[in-house]
Nanobody
Framework: QLQLVESGGGLVQPGGSLRLSCAASGFTLDYYAIGWFRQAPGKEREGVSC????????NYADSVKGRFTISRDNAKNTVYLQMNSLKPEDTAVYYCAAAAVYEAVVAQAHEYDYWGQGTQVTVSS
């Protein structure tokens, strides 16, 4: 069974950090671009960041540039999202997704083939 599982979410104070993980099972991520998306209550899903299959290319939403870093360890079949200087407006359910696109970043959600179940991130004092 092909599956993506996110972990690492939780409650953190403003200014704090979290590292999200996206682990794949049933397939290898080597040939997939991986994206992180988030959805806050009452808001549309938005793209946060994406990394190409080799990790050579990345992109970020303007709202997280300079604070979030996406990375991948293909040997561990896992992608990470390091989130620093968290703000209350970062509160959302975060999802990872895999797109069967080799060596390119993928911005559009509809281009992704597999999705995880999401992990809640809450930034609050």
């Amino acid at each position: 069974q092909l599956q993506l599982v996110e972990s690492g979410g939780g409650l953190v104070q403003p200014g704090g950090s979290l590292r999200l993980s996206c682990a794949a099972s049933g397939f290898t991520l080597d040939y997939y671009a991986i994206g992180w998306f988030r959805q806050a209550p009452g808001k549309e899903r938005e793209g946060v960041s994406c990394i190409s299959s080799s990790g050579g290319s990345t992109n970020y939403a303007d709202s997280v540039k300079g604070r979030f870093t996406i990375s991948r360890d293909n040997a561990k079949n896992t992608v990470y999202l390091q989130m620093n200087s968290l703000k209350p407006e970062d509160t959302a359910v975060y999802y990872c997704a895999a797109a069967a696109v080799y060596e390119a970043v993928v911005a559009q959600a509809h281009e992704y083939d597999y999705w995880g179940q999401g992990t809640q991130v809450t930034v609050s004092s």
